[in-house]
């Protein structure tokens, strides 16, 4: 199956699932297809001790889940405190996310690795109605296809927001209307058109296509087109079929 059609198969699943359970083991199960064996698709809260309302859908270590718990680290977690700065996904061995670590920070990432959740990349997942959160993946030991990354991020992205709305959280109600500019940007960008493209197709200026996503991005409360892209399937602003078309 390509990439292409895995998403929208993925995406169409999660539209219909009603149970937070199934749900979360459906996108475990598709992480690991990808290469992914250990997942957190998490809110930066303790693991063990959830809040009404986090996303929690884990599958790391039990050893070392209990031991991030009782040591409190999602207070310190330097992943979580690098995601809430960030809008774009890092990997762990990124020198400039190393070198900004404070000492406890660096214990946190040894006693991971030792634990065997090492040399993974994290998604930042954010929203003006959520609580922070991420999806980090860590891969085998035969490393994972370059490509797989992009449609993890959109499936931990898709996944997420699905899981919110089981929590019977506000967020269709709260989602503001886009202008049909917007939702026809956001179509394209959804196809995988570059803003040069689009504003080909448009006759617009690109200057000015970035300007309406952008615009959208703010109505909808996210910080990435990815996000972006989501939410409005989710708010039904845009459809699959518009997309797929």
């Not at 929690?56 to 979580?80: G, K, N």
Request: hydrophobic share 40%; glycine share 6%; with cysteine.
């Amino acid at each position: 199956m390509n990439p292409a059609t895995k998403l929208w198969t993925f995406i169409e699943k999660c539209q219909a699932q009603t149970s937070l359970e199934v749900l979360g083991a459906g996108f475990l199960t598709e992480m690991s297809d990808l290469g992914f064996p250990h997942v957190a698709l998490a809110s930066h809260v303790d693991p063990l001790h959830p809040p009404t309302g986090a996303v929690m859908v884990l599958r790391y270590p039990t050893a070392w889940v209990e031991h991030f718990s009782a040591e409190h680290y999602e207070r310190i977690d330097p992943v979580f405190e690098v995601a809430k700065r960030r809008r774009t996904p890092f990997h762990w061995n990124d020198a400039r996310f190393l070198g900004g670590l404070k000492r406890a920070q660096r214990r946190i990432i040894n006693e991971a690795r030792e634990a065997g959740v090492a040399d993974g990349f994290t998604i930042p997942i954010r929203g003006p109605d959520a609580l922070p959160a991420s999806c980090s993946l860590v891969p085998d030991s035969n490393g994972v296809n370059p490509d797989h990354n992009a449609l993890a991020h959109a499936m931990a992205v898709f996944a997420h927001e699905r899981a919110r709305q089981l929590y019977a959280e506000p967020l269709i109600a709260s989602t503001p209307k886009l202008t049909a500019r917007e939702r026809e940007c956001l179509i394209l960008v959804a196809r995988g058109k570059s803003d040069w493209v689009i504003s080909s197709l448009l006759g617009v200026s690109e200057g000015a296509i970035n300007r309406t996503v952008e615009r959208a991005k703010r109505r909808l409360g996210v910080a990435t087109r990815t996000q972006a892209i989501v939410r409005a399937l989710h708010a039904g602003e845009i459809s699959l079929y518009e997309i797929s078309e």
